[in-house]
């Protein structure tokens, strides 16, 4: 059974720092391009990170780079987003997500609000 967990959200000053975690399950995960995602009700979900199978290569929507960092251990079948210098406009419901195309898998999210 294929599970993606996510944790580490919660409620963060603006300024502040989280690192989320997302652990996974049933699935190769060294195989796979990890990446998060955040939504905000009523807009579409975009893409914040991602970093690829392999090399490890990574990229950052425009709004975090320099602020946020994906990083991955293949090992603890894990990835992480560490957030830095975090912003209201950073409040969202953050997803992960494992792909190799044609398959896509995501977890069940974790809330993240920057709020004083």
């Known amino acids: 059974q294929v599970q993606l967990v996510e944790s580490g959200g919660g409620l963060v000053q603006p300024g502040g720092s989280l690192t989320l975690s997302c652990t996974a399950s049933?699935?190769?995960?060294?195989?796979?391009?990890m990446s998060w995602y955040r939504q905000v009700l009523g807009k579409e979900r975009e893409l914040v990170a991602a970093i690829a199978s392999g090399v490890a290569l990574t990229n950052y929507a425009d709004s975090v780079k320099g602020r946020f960092t994906i990083s991955r251990d293949n090992a603890e079948k894990t990835v992480y987003l560490r957030m830095n210098s975090l912003k209201p406009e950073d409040t969202a419901v953050y997803y992960c997500?494992?792909?190799?195309?044609?398959?896509?898998?995501w977890g069940q999210g974790t809330q993240v609000t920057v709020s004083s």
């Open positions: 049933g699935f190769t995960f060294s195989s796979y391009a």
């Open positions: 997500k494992a792909a190799r195309k044609p398959i896509a898998y």
